[in-house]
């Protein structure tokens, strides 16, 4: 049952207050057809929408089966509109970016019938208003009439008891408005209809009570109810609830019918996501690229223990700092003496037997090799053309080789380097010869291997076997009263039985992707088994013999060192002779990354406790380089996100602007599902679909590009910097970014969405 009692209800726009219903009491019964008449503005479709729950009351009251509405939640007037009204608008109100069928179902869906039963009921009441062949029609495909039908066929879908038609037949022509009347009075057989209309002679034709209003007062009433005509029957009214995959329907038919919109605006803030994730993916890719250098080279590259080591320890950068803060421009007529920076720095490693030891103890499982570089004269002789030359070669031309520690595994030299012809040395007297990354040698070592320089090139084969002499201390050097100088007779040295004819016995370039490591050294290269012969003869030399009871000048063949100073210049002496073979640098060559760790681990362990001038300090050329570049790539990422960020902060912007846009287009859309029971909920999740549609598009839109822009950028790497893809972007980045771009887009849409949902329904359906 239904029935107002002195209803009232005013509107005040500005200072004027319009009284739409004055005192408005009227009793409907369970079914008839009722036509309201009366002059434009006397309140007929105010008494509609309140009768509909579109609109609220003043005072007064709405009773709904026997219940006021006083104290109705906005749920339970939702609910009311779901199930007991359907209502028919006189400009159709239809959803233009929905089919007809789905126009028809809207009710039936915001109430949670299920697809299958929807379908099936819509088609029945299209087939009642004669469209069941048009259901799959977009509504500005039909024509007044026929989308009068739809209206009322939607009206009808949920089984309402209650239509409420205003003006139905206001903007039709009179047949089609006599079939449209036929169509109602069909349906006022078992339900109640209130139909507005100022067409007297309709009204009276089809209608069984016509009331009349004038000035929001009640004038005539052709039928009223009788007090003992008591209706017992009551309307269900069941909640409703739009599910968000409707919701997510919805909007996706409404972007469907703007996609270039959709699309631009997609792309436009996908455009913060494609930086991002370009960012990222090269971020990425130089952490992974740098990371296998570090594996491959960088802790390959050997850790260096030389006799003089830069101390970088905290306390020394501190030192420097404080250095650095003293008063600039100082009035005071003084000068203060300053140490060599490089004297500040510079830490003097006492390289010992102990310290040797322990580096021999080593687990050899670590290293791939160790090189020692020992100060110990290597006195070649070469005879090229029948003539004899003393030859000096500097410590880059003639080095020794890395100790292998391990015969079953590739040692520093088989991992770095290509043997291009003959062998690696073995033995004491086997040479190989170092080229660089163009095949190039110095002309000295060439010459020393009595090659012909004035070749414009030499073939390997020419080069393997060549040979030139070592001559030991005690056959290169002659005593003289206090002094030792060269002995010249080349020719005896030559054909000594102690000197040793080395060979060369192999060429060897370093490989190609090892270039970091390898690219530097090119020369000759002796075997460790070499350098321990030499010491073991100039042990008993007489040259350190006499070293060791007096001090002695000597005379080499380059230099001429005093010994006036004492015992410190005979230190040096012997070891420039190779006296106690104690070396002046040792290089480690850990086999891998956390091999060196542990090297490290145990080089810091001989130091603990040790005072500073005990400590031997090494440098880890690796780690400095690594540590670098890490940093700057970490700094430029963090600027270059943060630029991107602010990009993305925009597009949000922009998204809240566009859905705002949305919401004023879609206001009469607001209205019709308000009409249909739509919760404001509802409307809020019909916006937020849409948001997270564009946002899930523009996320998707800005990683595909983004990973396409991968391709370009690493051509563009690979010509610079020789690294082939470097670009990568990670799946769980990708992931997380579409993740951002659709929260991002939901909270700029979020505000016109709550917006959208305040709208009144009653307001959103009188725009155009
Ligand atoms: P009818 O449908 O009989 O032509 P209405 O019920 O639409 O009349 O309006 C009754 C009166 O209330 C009119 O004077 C109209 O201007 C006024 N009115 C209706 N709705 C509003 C509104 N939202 N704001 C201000 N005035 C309104
Ligand atoms: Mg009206």
Redesign the pocket.
Known sequence: MLKLTNINKS?T?GDFT?Q?LNDVSLEFRKSEFVAIL?P????????LNIIGGLDRYDSGDLIINNKSTKKFKSTEWDAYRNNCIGFIFQSYNLIGHISILDNVEMGMTLSGVSAKQRKKKALEVLDKVGLKEHAHKKPNQLSGGQMQRVAIARALANDPDIILADEPTGALDSNTSVQIMELIKEIAKDKLVIM?THNADLAHEYANRIVE?KD?HLVSDSHPIKKNEAEREKYKIKKTAMSFLTALKLSFNNIRTKKGRTLLTAFASSIGIIGIALILSLSNGFDIEIDKFERDTLSSMPIMISEQAMEMTEEKIEELNNLDKMEEYPSKKVVYPQKPITDEMLHTNVLNQEYIDYIEKIDSKLLSGISYTRATALNIVTKVNGQYRPLTLTQMEFSGLPKKLDESKDGVIESNYDILAGQLPVEKDELLLMIDSKNRISNRILEALGLDITKSEISFEDIIGTEMKLILNDEYYRQVGNFFTLNMDYDSMYNSNNSLTLKVVGIARGKEDKKALTSTSSGLSYTEALVDYVIAKNKDSNIVKAQKNANYNVLTGEQFINNDDGAKTKDTLISYLGGDGVPVLINLYPVDFDAKEKVIDYLDKYNEGKDINDQILYTDLGDIISSLSGSIMDAITIVLIAFSAISLIVSSIMIGIITYISVLERTKEIGVLRALGARKKDITRVFNAETFIIGLCSGLLGIIIGWLLTFPANKIIEALTELPNVAKLNPLHALILIIISMTLTMIGGFIPAKMAAKKDP??AL?TE
Do not use: H, M, N
């Not at 434009?40 to 008494?47: F, M």
């Open positions: 509107y726009t319009q739409a009366g434009s503005g006397s309140g007929k479709t105010t008494l507005v209003f929001g009653v307001e009188r």
